[in-house]
């Protein structure tokens, strides 16, 4: 059989595809959210030995269809609330099948100069609707973590240069509320474990300004090299955003650089209310924001943008033999210069389709909508007995717990508040997750994806109050 498949078959598998897609995204909302198998349920059911033999599409269709697909949690529930949902549109999806089907190479702009202009035109906007200045610069990656790790290699390089001796003495500075990536992003860079600064917050969890003056000075008179703080635009665990314009002038001040990792809170600049929020990350030296987050793409999309994108060229651009030939001396853009990856997607491609097949004014309503649907359910809890606020609204991101009257043992608490979680995710239309906020055991939602209503949230609110009841 010939690998190259004629017009009229690739036509015939493409529209089963669509047809597949399509039905399931149309009766989303009918579905359990959560769906899973143990390793030794889905091991009989999925694994197969390597096909020596090829088989028709119909039935590879099948056996997706009824092993596999059945068994995932989809993002794009109206229901998922829990972690940070990948809500995408379908015509950003139909972005990602594009740049799947020409399989552009994202890395060099001499093989792929259409998409490589896409990408300095989407990030140009995101430069744009964060206020960075312009000349900015920087790509698309795989994801936030990828990221935040990209800037931290670029702010190290540009501290140390090829000196690694001096490693061991790089100190970072984050918040005690920052994600994880960052944490692991440090690591890989090398920076020893014990030299990450993990600051307190004040009682909005922000970032303590008079906690990072003081652990600087330590550092620098101990002997330490400061090289980054790292900022959040939107915590995972409450949506806060850390005070950017103080810290942006202090590090400025000790000649630091200055990381904002907006993975999750970025694109709400998009919307008034997400703006004012964010006020003063266009001063950060680099930024981390996530289309696959609040811009409606699909994963994986992550991105970067660099104050001075030659940063990160100089962390990160190689020249072996091999690729002499592919140039770029006008202003063209090789993007595999700029963070780790040689092989890279066209990810503009779902970006691009997605924002401009809406426009960005539909986009920041449905934004503000979703940070409003927080705020409801926060009002909702204030409202309702039993139930307590343990971290106000913030970006699309609200905790709370079940606190029934006379019980206030913190054990005794966080168990009751496990089995809300475990019977409000078994009841089929809501998935939400926990996290920790003051020590105590928090039910958790992130209201970012545009297919949740207020009448979702107003259901999750009194599920969980019967589930507290019960
Ligand atoms: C604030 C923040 N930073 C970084 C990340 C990591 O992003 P990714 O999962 O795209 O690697 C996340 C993921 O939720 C996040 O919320």
Not at 97 to 125: K, Q
Not at 418 to 440: K, Y
């Amino acid at each position: 059989m010939s690998l190259e498949l004629d017009h009229a078959t690739m036509q015939r598998l493409g529209r089963q595809v669509a047809d597949h897609v399509a039905r399931h995204l149309a009766g989303l909302r009918e579905q359990r959210v959560v769906k899973t198998l143990s390793r030794r349920e889905a091991e009989p059911l999925i694994y197969t030995p390597p096909p020596r033999e090829g088989a028709d599409f119909d039935a590879l269709m099948a056996f997706l269809e009824t092993r596999v697909f059945p068994h995932h949690t989809p993002e794009p529930h109206p229901g998922f609330l829990a972690y940070v949902q990948s809500c995408a549109t379908f015509p950003a999806v139909m972005g990602d099948w594009l740049a799947a089907g020409y399989n552009f190479f994202g890395g060099a702009w001499a093989v792929a100069s259409g998409p490589a202009m896409l990408e300095v035109t989407v990030l140009e906007w995101f430069r744009q609707w964060i206020g960075m200045p312009e000349g900015t610069g920087g790509l698309l990656t795989s994801g936030g973590s990828t990221a935040n790790l990209m800037a931290l290699v670029a702010a190290r390089h540009a501290v140390v240069g090829d000196d690694a001796s001096r490693i061991p003495r790089l100190s970072v500075y984050t918040s005690n509320q920052m994600h994880s990536s960052v944490v692991r992003a440090a690591w890989i860079a090398g920076i020893p474990r014990a030299n990450l600064r993990i600051l307190p917050v004040d009682d909005s969890f922000r970032m303590r300004l008079p906690a990072l003056e003081q652990a600087i000075h330590a550092d620098r008179a101990a002997g330490f090299l400061p090289v980054a703080v790292v900022g959040s635009a939107g915590t995972t665990n409450t949506g806060a955003t850390d005070p950017l314009p103080e810290i942006a002038s202090l590090c400025r001040e000790h000649g630091i650089w200055f990381h904002v990792d907006a993975a999750y809170g970025g694109f709400a600049a998009l919307c008034p209310r997400g703006k004012a929020e964010l006020e003063g990350i266009g001063l950060a030296d680099s930024v981390t924001l996530d289309p696959h987050k609040w811009l409606y793409v699909p994963f994986e999309c992550g991105s970067l943008l660099a104050r001075e994108p030659r940063r990160l060229l100089d962390a990160f651009h190689i020249l072996p033999d091999y690729l002499r030939d592919l140039g770029g001396s006008g202003g063209e853009v090789n993007f595999a210069d700029y963070g780790e990856q040689l092989s890279r997607e066209a990810r503009a491609i779902k970006v691009w389709t997605g924002v401009s097949y809406y426009g960005t004014e539909r986009l920041a309503e449905e934004i503000g909508a979703s940070i409003g649907r927080a705020e409801l359910a926060e009002r909702l809890v204030r409202a309702t007995p039993g139930l307590e606020v343990l971290a106000p609204a913030r970006l699309a991101i609200f905790c709370f717990r079940a606190h029934p009257a006379r019980l206030d043992e913190p054990a005794a608490l966080d168990a009751l508040n496990q089995r809300v979680l475990e019977r409000v995710n078994a009841d089929g239309h809501f998935f939400i997750s926990t996290t920790r906020i003051r020590g105590a055991l928090a039910l958790r939602i992130c209201a970012c994806g545009w297919r949740t209503t207020d009448a979702d949230i107003e259901r999750l609110v009194g599920e969980v109050r019967q589930a507290a009841e019960n």
